[in-house]
């Protein structure tokens, strides 16, 4: 029987084939946090609107429990709506009250850590340098709170950097988080699988502070 020969080489392919996964990936990363953005937008748009009515008509928790149980209702293949989240959204727009600061930043960061930056850092100045930080060195949401209880913003210095990068480097851990699962470029899979992940993270007490409680299903 005779041997199989090896096909020959394609001259340049590996080349091409290492420049089209690298597009892939970036594309893939591109859409991931396009996503990302606009979920975080939109949670903390929910909150200010939520924060605007209670001040102004002092509503309190009602209009929380009333706003789960209608969007539910309305939105019945988006699980996100529930009185624990919209007070998690509600404590993430009073922590960040600037909507600039949230489009510069925070939108940039995955939802569990910019829950983590509320919920551990108190001053505003010193969460944004925690995010910015984040974001630069691609830290994952365990090395964001390992940071923070070790105090870099105390040992490293206080300065906020010129922030301009937009994508973290498709490497990092914070990428990596960004697109925890294989991105298909549905948009619509991954806003629910957002929806679902984040109606197991743990509880808001129903006081008007930004104090999280952290429950089984968010490591802490």
Not at 19 to 34: C, M, T, W, Y
Not at 176 to 200: A, G, M
Request: charged residues 25%.
């Amino acid at each position: 029987m005779p041997s199989r020969q090896t096909p020959a080489p394609i001259p340049g392919y590996e080349q091409f084939l290492g420049e089209l996964k690298r597009r892939i990936r970036s594309a893939q990363l591109r859409a991931g946090i396009a996503v990302n953005r606009e979920l975080v937008l939109l949670c903390w748009s929910i909150g200010r609107d939520i924060l605007e009515r209670q001040r102004n008509q002092g509503s309190g928790a009602k209009v929380i429990e009333t706003l789960s149980r209608d969007l539910s209702r309305d939105f019945p293949d988006v699980t996100g709506f529930s009185a624990r989240n919209l007070k998690y959204m509600r404590a993430f727009a009073e922590a960040w009250p600037d909507e600039r600061i949230v489009q510069a930043s925070l939108a940039q960061l995955p939802w569990y850590h910019d829950i983590a930056l509320v919920e551990k850092v108190k001053s505003e100045s010193e969460r944004l340098w925690y995010a910015q930080q984040a974001v630069q060195n691609g830290w994952s949401r365990n090395v964001l709170v390992h940071q923070i209880e070790s105090s870099l913003y105390e040992r490293q210095g206080q300065a906020l950097t010129n922030f301009n990068r937009t994508l973290p480097a498709p490497q990092s851990e914070l990428a990596q988080e960004i697109l925890k699962d294989p991105y298909n470029f549905d948009s619509c899979h991954s806003v629910r699988r957002f929806w679902r992940e984040t109606s197991n993270v743990g509880s808001l007490n129903t006081c008007g502070t930004s104090s999280l409680n952290w429950g089984k299903d968010f490591p802490s």
